[in-house]
């Protein structure tokens, strides 16, 4: 008997196993291509305001540019109308996620746990406050390894993020079929 139960555990765990693994099979379809109309105000809509906040940085001598809001134009550009890259997700995730950069960089220094904390904490109070922004995720990395302080969460990250709104709200509102932002 003891041996029949034992088999029908093990069973049950390689049906549990096996339907886990099934969920990585993918099975949908990928979404269609953009098209060049939307390809070409992505394009144009990253260009310039990268190209503004490297001249910013280059006149004032100031950082006003970090990596992730490039990630941050080819949501507001391309995917302008999905919820993750609506302003208050912009502004909101990038002001989360540096807040916890620097702190857990002011708390724990820059090392393998105060980052993993920071991006955790980052995800947790994104996903919490309704703000997610998936390119503000690497915020913390970017703070915490720069060794960047409280003057970061303005410049580039805050102003960087509202520029990156205005220009949205000018290039993806030129076109007919396209109204930004959805929500506030």
């Given at each position: 008997m003891a041996d029949f139960?034992?088999?029908q555990e093990k069973e049950v765990k390689?049906?549990?196993?096996?339907?886990?693994?099934?969920?990585?099979?993918g099975g949908g379809h990928a979404?269609?291509?953009?098209?060049?109309a939307d390809a070409l105000t992505g394009a144009a809509g990253g260009l310039l305001c990268i190209f503004v906040l490297l001249c910013?940085?280059?006149?004032?001598?100031?950082?006003w540019l970090m990596a992730s809001l490039g990630g941050s134009c080819v949501l507001v550009f391309v995917v302008w109308n999905a919820p993750l890259s609506q302003p208050r997700n912009i502004i909101g995730g990038h002001m989360i996620s540096a807040?916890?950069?620097?702190?857990?960089?002011?708390?724990?220094?820059?090392?393998?746990?105060?980052?993993?904390?920071?991006v955790g904490l980052t995800i947790f109070?994104?996903?919490?406050?309704?703000?997610?922004h998936p390119p503000a995720g690497a915020n913390p990395i970017i703070i915490i390894l720069g060794g960047y302080g409280?003057?970061?969460?303005?410049?580039?990250?805050?102003i960087g993020a509202v520029i990156i709104v205005i220009f949205g709200l000018l290039i993806n509102n030129l076109r007919q079929t396209r109204k930004y932002p959805q929500f506030w």
């Open positions: 139960v034992r088999l390689n049906h549990r196993f096996k339907a886990y693994l099934a969920k990585m099979s979404p269609s291509r953009t098209n060049f910013l940085t280059n006149y004032t001598g100031t950082p807040f916890i950069g620097v702190a857990m960089y002011s708390l724990l220094g820059s090392s393998v746990i105060s980052i993993s904390l920071a109070f994104m996903a919490l406050a309704g703000m997610i409280w003057s970061y969460l303005i410049m580039p990250v805050f």
